[in-house]
């Protein structure tokens, strides 16, 4: 991996940290949106869409309840594509196993990084003494809420660069002792790791006829998709009108 | 609108000390410069609004709104600092846990569900679906939240209870597990889609994987230890040839 290509996502990996942490929340850092960006600005589109789609499903259950400040989706997205793609020992599209192997290590790093999240955020009430000390408060405030972007910044820009820089090497030296017996394992993992956020989301979800709505999303899922053999946008859009619809009917039904 | 476009910074300074507390102050400085007696900010009104401050950052507007209309009225001689304190602290927590609902736990989920299924469908679309569908939501709860938290003052509850959330919740959760369902067999399909046999299994084994995973998230067993469990039962139904891609 290039340092230039390190540069640019670090670069990248600010700006999508911003819309984390300070600005907008306009969800640019979900996985599903941040993963695909990456793995387009390292050439590579519809390997960040797959890293992003698993990592979506995966990350469902993240909620930031209250202070409680769950572990980074983002970050694991930028990075784990940013790596598959970046040191993957193959030329082309990466093995799903390889991108398992770099999601396993950005899993590793998950806990030491909400342990600096939380550091940078106790550190960050210097910020109300920046917003107090200027003699026009309101420049003061000011100034302390751009200050407070450009950390947030940097937090995202600082951990991405070194664990992009550092562990590129590592890793694909690592990947080439895996026995290749193990390799399908991996793989299987990959496929298998949205059910942990699905069994996740559903232990939240209270809903009486929970159980007969994921029946029936299975069923016509089947019929349309695979029965019917519809596929893009619009079928999918529809079936989640349909869906609501049958949603309110229900909700109406029992009303009655 | 310039108070929807600060509420964008709300999080920007957000510390454990007093949250979005400096990003609800600079949300509240056109207002500090209006009624301040000469060019600078009214201190008064900036030190009471830099202290602890959270609540969901969608939801944020409503407050924003009746604190803007309640601070007026100050300006202009009615009520007192006390209402606008109450108000504050007595609402913020109360969206706070609403918005999370129905933001993060309910509206988030939901359209991550929509664009992974896109992304299998459809591909390059499913992250500009996801943003679009979002945003244009999370921006009417911010645009009609300032105005309405500005029209309604400290009657704010009742617009709350004109928009019922609660009931948006319930039904996001529905279609949430209706969405589940749909997703699955996609899903499985990803794998190998020339062999039904194999389709079948693998859609077995989701559903069985999902279902302890259910057991052991309401049981209370750590991720890390589901992750590693869920590693190894892959590597060994892998070493078995059944699901070996």
Partial sequence: MSFLDVLQVSLLAGLIGVDRLAVGQFMISQPIVAAPIIGWVMGD???????????????????PVGGYVPKDATLAAILTTALALGASPVRGVPDVAWITWVFLWVGLLMSPAAALDRWVRQKNAFLIDVARSDGNIGRGITRAVWMGVGVFYLYYFCVTLPVLWLSAGALKSTYGWLSP??????????????????????TRKAHPRGRLFAVAGAVVSVVVFLGFGLDGTGPAVALLMAAALAVVVEERLRAV | ????????????????????????????????????????????????????FNTNPYMVGMILGGVLRLEERLASGQGSVEDVENFKSSLMGAFGALGDSFVWGG???????????????????????????YNGIVLWLRIAGVRNGYAYGAELIQYLKTINLQRK?????????????????????????????????????????????????????????????????????????????
């Fill in chain 1, 45 to 63: 589109f519809h390997t960040g869409l797959l890293v992003g789609a698993v990592l979506e499903l995966f990350w469902l259950q993240g909620l």
């Fill in chain 1, 181 to 202: 017996r193990l390799l399908p394992g991996l793989r299987l993992f990959f496929f298998l790791l949205p059910a942990m956020g699905m069994a996740s989301l559903l």
């Fill in chain 2, 169 to 245: 919740i319930y039904r996001m959760n529905g279609l949430t597990l209706f969405m589940i369902g749909a997703l699955l067999p996609l899903w499985a399909l990803q794998v190998r889609p020339e062999v039904p046999v194999f389709f079948a299994g693998l859609l077995a084994l989701l559903v069985m994987v999902i279902y302890l995973l259910w057991k052991a998230e309401r049981k209370g067993v750590p991720m890390l230890l589901q992750a590693a469990a869920l590693l190894l039962v892959a590597q060994l139904l892998a070493q078995t040839g059944w699901f070996s891609f």
């Fill in chain 2, 107 to 133: 509206l988030r989920p939901l359209l991550g569900l929509l664009a992974v299924m896109l992304a299998v469908l459809s591909g390059a679309v499913a992250p500009l679906v996801f943003l679009v569908c």
């Fill in chain 2, 1 to 52: 609108m310039q108070a929807v476009g600060r509420s964008l910074f709300i999080q920007s300074a957000w510390n454990y000390e007093n949250f979005q507390g400096v990003g609800f102050g600079y949300a509240l400085v056109p207002l500090m410069k209006e009624t301040a007696s000469q060019d600078a900010p009214d201190p008064d009104l900036a030190a009471r609004h830099l202290k602890s």
